[in-house]
């Protein structure tokens, strides 16, 4: 049985799932551990109903569905050192950087100028710059308007916390369902290393006392939310030598407390955001350092491994950002909503998704079946839907998998320079490609030219375009096989 | 006595203007500015003056 041939190139402009048939075979499931991240059957279906669109809280979503955020609450009430509120730049991308804040009715305009656009969008998010709780009238003006509108859509914020514990009613009443907490630290100690001051009560606090009312009003807020049923994902920045080792007593507390995934993201510091940080020249950790510690929180709370930190105000799939395309002055003025390219959307991904399921479990049986003990880092290419079908040069970002005996699964990605821009190679950029691939065996991509190919293998990475198109595990799982097999099984079915 | 904001610092943020017990503080053109009529310094309400307290930008909310 093969994968229907699916082309949703006119639908969705820049994802295309499938331009050639599947080599897939579909076969049961034996195994009861499918990967690190949330699987539909090593959860109950409550959990799963409301994180299986969710590209941020499902590791399998992130290859069908996009989100959105709308900066409309610019106000915070406490002060990251990783944080500067005063410069936000239009060609950055980093958390808390927007290229336009948004009224709240400015905001729905966009959300349904989106809407009828990218039928992958699945989720409104209300993030930085500035705090969605503290800043809460326009907060919930705007999920009040959007919801009216888009009934389907899924609603989701990210808060600091210290307003979180005044906000958890009306949140749940509004039905969201999602909300991200940024937890640091646990220890004051630690905390007031990263917070200079917080505004609380009327006014300011600054050193462990500051930290230590917002940690316990994230605490509270967490139980809170966990009590009422509400998802909760932590989010961790990494600070070497702050709170890198203290990031695994923070796991172990905010899974006691019910946080359903704990993302533990690398600090950004360039002394050119101007950030506290950036300018005292603390270093954010290298990808090889935030994996090792990834790996060490591995059975405490779930981790996410495929964050992109995302700018405040992007659009699309995890990875790419369409904001540019729907900036204000590009809109209608008058936009109505049209569901039917979202409706066209969902059902072809139902069908999607039954088989790239079963290509899966078909791929884990290889690499059990391959008896070897060693592991294997594979970089992939792709733009979505679960497949290898990016060129090696056109690639912004390569998602690392890691076989093993214990299965194949997603460990995070890796952002990287596009070697080729405007059908010119650059020389430059594929060294600095080469290095950010550091530990990783293989390469797998739709195409790759023989020059970078050779210049790959001089850096000790091989690259190969063998398996384009095909379901991402399914080729790792093939590309296993063959690698440590003790009969080399044929690449593809 | 009242307050004023330094326009060129501010981030347009908007927490002053929730903030302020007077209703001293609107955004008006490009930027927000305290109307020094109604701004009390906050005296009488709270210890400090709540723009200059919440203000990510220091010496952004200073005596004018
Ligand atoms: S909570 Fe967000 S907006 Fe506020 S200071 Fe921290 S990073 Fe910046
Ligand atoms: S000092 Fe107080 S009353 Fe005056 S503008 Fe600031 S917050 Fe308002
Ligand atoms: S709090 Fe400061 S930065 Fe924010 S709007 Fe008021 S003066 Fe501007």
């Known amino acids: ?493 | 006595m009242a307050f004023k904001i330094i326009a060129s610092q501010c981030t347009q943020c908007g927490a002053c203007e929730f903030e302020c017990p007077s209703g001293a503080i609107k955004f008006k053109g490009e930027t927000y500015v305290i109307d020094p009529k109604k701004c009390t310094e906050c005296e009488g309400t709270f210890e400090t003056q709540q723009c200059a307290s919440v203000c990510p930008v220091s010496k952004t909310c200073v005596p004018a």
Request: glycine residues 10%; aromatic residues 6%.
């Open chain 1, 1 to 493: 049985m093969s994968a229907p041939m699916i082309s949703l190139q006119g639908l969705s402009g820049t994802t295309v799932f499938d331009q050639s048939p599947a080599r897939a075979k579909s076969g049961g499931c034996a195994s009861s551990s499918c990967g690190s991240s949330a699987k539909p059957h090593e959860m109950d279906s409550a959990v799963w109903e409301k994180i299986k669109d969710h590209p941020c809280f499902s590791e399998e979503a992130h290859h069908y569905f996009a989100r959105m955020h709308v900066a409309v609450a610019p106000a915070c009430n406490i002060q990251c050192n990783y944080c500067n509120r005063k410069y936000d730049c239009a060609n950055e991308s980093r958390p808390g950087v927007v290229s336009e804040r948004l009224t709240p009715d400015q905001a729905l305009r966009k959300v349904i100028g989106v809407a009828n656009e990218v039928p992958q969008l699945s989720v409104l998010g209300i993030a930085g710059p500035g705090d969605a709780c503290y800043d809460w009238k326009n907060t919930k003006a705007t999920f009040q308007r959007v919801a009216k509108e888009i009934g389907d859509i899924k609603l989701c914020i990210s808060t600091n916390g210290l307003a979180l514990p005044d906000r958890v009613a009306e949140l749940a009443e509004m039905n969201v369902d999602h909300v991200t907490i940024t937890i640091n630290m646990v220890d004051p100690r630690i905390g007031a290393k990263i917070y200079p001051w917080i505004f609380y009560g009327n006014r300011r606090y600054t050193g462990v006392e500051a930290a230590t009312i917002l940690h316990e009003r994230q605490m509270s807020g967490l139980e809170m939310l966990t009590a009422r049923g509400i998802l909760t994902k932590i989010n961790s920045v990494m600070i070497p030598g702050v709170n890198d080792e203290h990031l695994i007593e923070v796991n172990k507390w905010v899974k006691e407390r019910g946080a359903f995934l704990h993302n533990v993201m690398p600090l950004i510091s360039d002394p050119a955001h101007g950030t506290h940080y950036g300018l005292s020249g603390q270093r954010g950790p290298k990808a090889m350092e935030l994996k090792a510690l990834q790996d060490r929180l591995e059975g405490g709370a779930k981790l996410m491994r495929h964050c992109r930190q995302c700018r405040a105000d992007a659009v699309g799939l995890l990875g790419e950002d369409r904001g540019q395309e729907f900036t204000l002055d590009r809109l209608p003025d008058k936009v109505t909503y049209d569901a039917s390219k979202r409706e066209t959307y969902r059902a072809v991904v139902a069908r999607e998704r039954g088989d790239r399921l079963a290509a899966k479990s078909e791929a884990l049986g290889m690499v059990k079946t391959a008896g070897s003990g060693k592991s294997l880092l594979v970089a992939v290419a792709t733009k979505g839907g679960g497949r290898i079908n990016e060129h090696f040069g056109h690639a912004k970002e390569f998602q690392v998998y890691e076989a093993s005996p214990k299965g194949i699964s997603f460990v995070g990605h890796r952002k990287v320079e596009q070697y080729c821009l405007g059908g010119r190679a650059e020389d430059k950029s594929l060294d600095g490609v080469i290095s950010t691939l550091e530990g990783v065996d293989i390469v797998l991509c739709a195409r790759i030219g023989n020059c970078p190919e050779d210049r790959l293998k001089e850096g000790g990475i091989r690259a190969t375009e063998a398996y384009g198109y095909d379901y991402i595990e399914t080729a790792i799982g093939a590309l296993y096989a063959a690698e440590f097999g003790s009969e080399p099984l044929a690449a593809t079915a």
